[in-house]
């Protein structure tokens, strides 16, 4: 089992920025792919990024260039920085990994079964 827990979600004034936080433990060696995904109040959820264990990296059109997606291999953490900042940023964000190998990192959310309790993060114009 893999677990994950999500931080540094909050209130922020548009262009401002935050570094979201998620925190794993567990069997991470079997984690193929680690990404974030939100979900905005009557909007499906979607992911913005992912990074496979090569390093290799994937991000949703609408936050190229804004968002970075990070490991941190010694604290086992996994950060999303996030740069300026619009109102439809605002969502709950969620950690998520899979352990398929051969399975893409830019995959639907039911292709993760390791998931996070998600972090909130609302940005106001």
């Known amino acids: 089992q893999v677990q994950l827990v999500e931080s540094g979600g909050g209130s922020v004034q548009a262009g401002g920025s935050l570094r979201l936080s998620c925190s794993i433990s567990g069997e991470r060696d079997k984690v193929y792919c680690l990404a974030w995904f939100r979900q905005a109040p009557g909007k499906e959820r979607e992911e913005v990024a992912g990074i496979r264990r090569d390093g290799r990296t994937n991000y949703a059109e609408s936050v190229k260039g804004r968002f970075t997606i990070s490991e941190d291999n010694a604290e086992n953490t996994l950060y999303l920085e996030i740069d300026s900042l619009k109102p439809e940023d605002t969502a709950m964000y969620y950690c998520?990994?899979?352990?398929?190998?051969?399975?893409?990192?830019?995959?639907?959310?039911?292709?993760?079964?390791?998931r996070g309790q998600g972090t909130q993060v609302t940005v106001s114009s």
């Open positions: 998520a990994a899979h352990a398929y190998r051969f399975l893409s990192c830019a995959a639907t959310w039911l292709n993760f079964p390791y």
